[in-house]
């Protein structure tokens, strides 16, 4: 079947062609500078290997910091000797938490925020407990790993 | 698009008419010459992508003298697109440069500099003089072995100007030599204080060329001629330029990523056969032309003199060319300019084999 008239005008078909033409081109180039200007960003681990030694003799009611991606991680050893991996950052706006052991809770100074030792969040603002990581121990490593995860070692 | 509410909104505030009439009438004349007319309006698009990209690269670049080489070549090698955005940058670097002559030339011989022009002139001659500076202190940002050894020379040549020299070159280096001071120094120029003057004088630049109107060439105008609107018609073919000086600049980039060298070793003797930029190259030749000493003066120092009396001149032109000022022919400027392109143009080509 031929229809009588078209359906769009010469300059309607032109004007979309160059228009979405153009639109493309600045679509890409603006693609193109936001993929330079955003970094590929540092994704968190699911797990970290450390060297068990380094935290065999802690001492109790005490922790120890280590790396978790690009924040910090809390190794914990309670007053009674049980131990806890915590990611050592308030669930309230990312500041890093202490350990005040007297009070035997975490304490986040940006806002006044309390966690007891079991890292919930008693007291201020924070929202959300802090979040507690699994402890593994395979010969001389010690895997702090998030919940939940399979951790597969690279073969050496 | 039509949009009458917005429209009204922005009549009700300003006089949107009235600048919809000026744009209109604002007319660029149209002649067998009026392809010159496209080189100023290339050379301001490759400042814009030069701003651009140049940004983006402060982003990851790090001006310290123990992580500089190492953070481009980490730009290069881990950031997204980085190899394309320092290779574009790069060669926007030498595209403006190249049209920034080109710009310059064409005026000089097609006399648009002539009265009432002479600002016009002068802001742009300034901006080549920043823009070959823009080059320069970008140049030793990557602190390669190339940099340092095209920095001690453009430096210590400045330091062989009588008087001032020594004061021009402790300036510029911030040390005895060229040392990590001159690498901060060079950022600071390259980053804040040549981008704002740049600015200005773009800015000034295009205000005068808005106030005088296109100029003819004065063969041209006696004659009647065409003229077209500003806008859309002569705005839609700079767009066009603009399109195709783009592919060129990106093609570039992506056949012909420029190299890194080697880390520069300030103790380390320069690599055989290093040469400066392209647009260095018709200085270092004249200054080879001078003999060590001349009469028990040092040479070098009546070098430099003799190229910035006959850089000076270059500037002045417009105000010793009088005839083209009264509208009249001028064939010995004409000629003047002829052998101001041919030096450069044979010292380059010279520098380029040699």
Known sequence: ?156 | MNCPKLKNWLEERYDWEGMKRFAKRKLVPEHRYDLWYYTGGITLFLFILQFLTGMLLAFYYVPHIDFAHKSIIEIVTKQNLGWFFRSFHHWGSELCIAFLFIHLFGTLLLKSYRKPREFLWATGFILLGVSIFFGLSGYLLLWDERALAAVRVATGGAGNFPFIGGFIKAFLRGSIDVTGDTLTRFYAFHVAILPIITLLLVGLHLLLMQYHGMSVPLSLEKEKRREIPFFPNFFYKDLMVWLVVLGVLATLAVLLPPEIGAKADPLAPPPENVKPEWYFLFLLETLKLFPGAILGLNGETIAILMVSCAILFFFLIPFFDQRSARGEKSPLFTWIGVIYLLYFLTMTVVGYLS
């Open chain 1, 1 to 156: 079947m031929k229809l009588k008239y078209s359906l769009i005008t010469r300059r309607t078909f032109l004007n979309t062609l160059f228009g979405g033409w153009l639109f493309a081109f600045f679509a890409g180039t603006f693609s193109a500078l936001m993929k330079f200007a955003f970094p590929t960003l540092g994704k968190e681990p699911d797990f970290v290997v450390l060297n068990r030694k380094d935290f065999t003799d802690l001492a109790n009611n005490s922790v120890k910091r280590f790396p978790w991606g690009g924040v910090v991680g809390l190794y914990f050893k309670k007053a009674d000797g049980s131990v806890l991996a915590l990611k050592g950052v308030c669930t309230h706006m990312e500041c890093n938490v202490a350990y005040k052991p007297e009070e035997r809770r975490f304490y986040c100074a940006c806002h006044n925020g309390w966690y007891d030792e079991n890292g919930k969040n008693i007291s201020g603002p924070p929202p959300k407990p802090l979040e507690v990581f699994t402890i593994m121990e395979e010969g001389e490593k010690l895997i702090i790993a998030k919940k939940g995860v399979k951790v597969e070692l690279p073969k050496a």
